[in-house]
């Protein structure tokens, strides 16, 4: 969102399939890595998990779509200039974050306002943004593409560079029947690949299957965390595909409307979507805005820099959440627990396979 080895059977969306045994091509001559490169690609809901919103049934889950999907993810082409992929600013040692970067470089340097989140159990969300201006999850790679200070191309373009180009017809193909190569094609591909970039083992997922055992102070942080965090941040995902107002102060310089953005409530004022602590450690700096560069300005946030204002969220309330100074460190080591080093060293999301 490591995909599960076992061989177990498959659920979509509330209905099971067979299992289907599809390898990847590796190109390494390493016969270790092509080993693991080459480990079955399925979509597989994680023990505990609900059901998906996304619906792979209709964009059935292939070796061919996946292989596409990861070449066009880490595609310069599908920028203006050539420059800048999808993976410049989702990478994998970060959760496919954007590694010390508040903001992420786009074409010719330029900067946007928000920060770029880590991609994982993208089929869980219903709505993609900071803002959840994108309500689908093969929509979500369009934004990106055309936004002026990311990729700034056209679709429209970016369709005629990949039909110039010999290995993407035969890849198209392979993976549709034909090289017709359009935009529902080129999403569901890229869809496809991050669709199963599944995060389900960490150290937490084990302890939830009995196969690992948390500190005391791992679990006393759990116990902070299920008291006093999770009404946002709901198990196992980690996020409530909501929107809040958690108090931060405006920055002037961007002044952020958040969801009022899309929808022009005043109701909606400077809030935003919640993010999944999964993998948390590593998708620094944090917020909306990538104001904090440490877990512990976030909780320090909480408990003393809280800004009232008509849209905050009662959850909050103008004094905060109330932390020790223990707690905070409970709290710390419990969501070291949530890091999923399967996950963020899986060769089959690796560039250049």
């Excluded at 969306?13 to 693991?36: T, W």
């Excluded at 792979?56 to 310069?76: D, I, M, Q, T």
């Excluded at 990538?290 to 320090?300: H, M, N, V």
């Amino acid at each position: 969102m490591q995909l599960l080895k076992r061989i177990r059977p498959l659920y979509v969306v509330g209905f099971s399939l067979p299992l289907l045994a599809v390898f990847v091509h590796s190109c390494s001559k390493d016969p270790q890595l092509a080993a693991e490169v080459s480990d079955n690609i399925r979509f597989e809901v994680p023990p505990g998990f609900p059901q998906p919103v996304y619906d792979f049934s209709n964009n059935p889950v292939s070796k061919a779509r996946f292989e596409l999907g990861r070449k066009l993810f880490y595609e310069p082409a599908l920028s203006r200039d050539n420059s800048t992929s999808c993976g410049s600013c989702h990478q994998q040692f970060a959760a496919f974050a954007h590694f010390e970067h508040d903001f992420s470089h786009g074409v010719d340097g330029l900067l946007g306002t928000r920060n770029a989140p880590g991609i994982f159990n993208l089929a869980w969300h219903t709505s993609f943004m900071h803002d959840g201006g994108i309500n689908h999850l093969e929509s979500q790679p369009i934004a990106p593409i055309t936004n002026p200070v990311e990729m700034d191309e056209t679709i429209s373009n970016v369709l005629l560079k990949l039909q110039a180009r010999p290995v993407y017809r035969s890849m198209f193909a392979e993976a549709f029947g034909s090289d017709s190569i359009t935009t529902q094609r080129m999403s569901q591909a890229i869809v496809q690949f991050m669709g199963l970039m599944i995060s389900a083992d960490s150290k937490y997922d084990r302890y939830r299957a009995g196969t690992a055992t948390l500190t005391p102070q791992e679990t006393a942080g759990l116990a902070t965390f299920r008291s006093k965090c999770a009404s946002c941040h709901t198990e196992p995902l980690f996020m409530d595909n909501g929107f809040h107002n958690n108090g931060l102060p405006i920055e002037p310089s961007i002044n952020d409307s958040g969801r009022a953005h899309i929808t022009g409530l005043a109701a909606d004022m400077y809030t935003f979507k919640t993010p999944s602590l999964r993998n948390i450690t590593l998708t620094f700096p944090y917020m909306h805005d990538g104001r904090f560069s440490t877990l512990q300005e976030c909780l320090d946030h909480y408990t003393t820099g809280v800004v009232n204002s008509p849209t905050l969220d009662p959850l909050i309330g103008p004094s905060g959440i109330p932390l020790t100074a223990q707690e905070k460190a409970d709290l710390l080591a419990f969501l070291a627990t949530l890091t999923d080093n399967t996950f963020i060293t899986d060769p089959r999301f690796k560039e250049g396979q």
